[in-house]
Nanobody, 114 residues
């Protein structure tokens, strides 16, 4: 059974940092493209960052220079380091794994507010 379990969300003040984690099980993690998406209230889900199995990463323009995606294949885990957080980063963040098929986690809520 495939499971993607996100953790690390919470309430943070503007300018603060959070590190999200996504632990995967039931898949050959090493070959999967791993991504983080987010969905803000009333908005569509959007791609935030992607890291390939060869560690090539890409970012949505609004998070470039602030967010860093990384993966640890030994721990079957993908991370999203989020710095200089803004209120507009508030959203539910979802982990996504893709290789022929696609899998989603249930999400973790990030709230950026003073």
């Amino acid at each position: 059974q495939v499971q993607l379990v996100e953790s690390g969300g919470g309430l943070v003040q503007p300018g603060g940092s959070l590190r999200l984690s996504c632990a995967a099980s039931g898949i050959g993690f090493n070959i999967f493209i791993m991504s983080w998406y987010r969905q803000a209230p009333g908005k569509q889900r959007e791609l935030v960052a992607t890291v390939t199995h060869t560690n090539i990463s890409n970012y949505e323009d609004s998070v470039k220079g602030r967010f860093t995606i990384s993966r640890d294949n030994g721990k079957n885990t993908v991370y999203l380091q989020m710095n200089s957080l803004k209120p507009e980063d508030t959203a539910v963040y979802y982990c996504n794994a893709k290789f022929l098929r696609e899998y989603w986690g249930k999400g973790t809520l990030v709230t950026v507010s003073s």
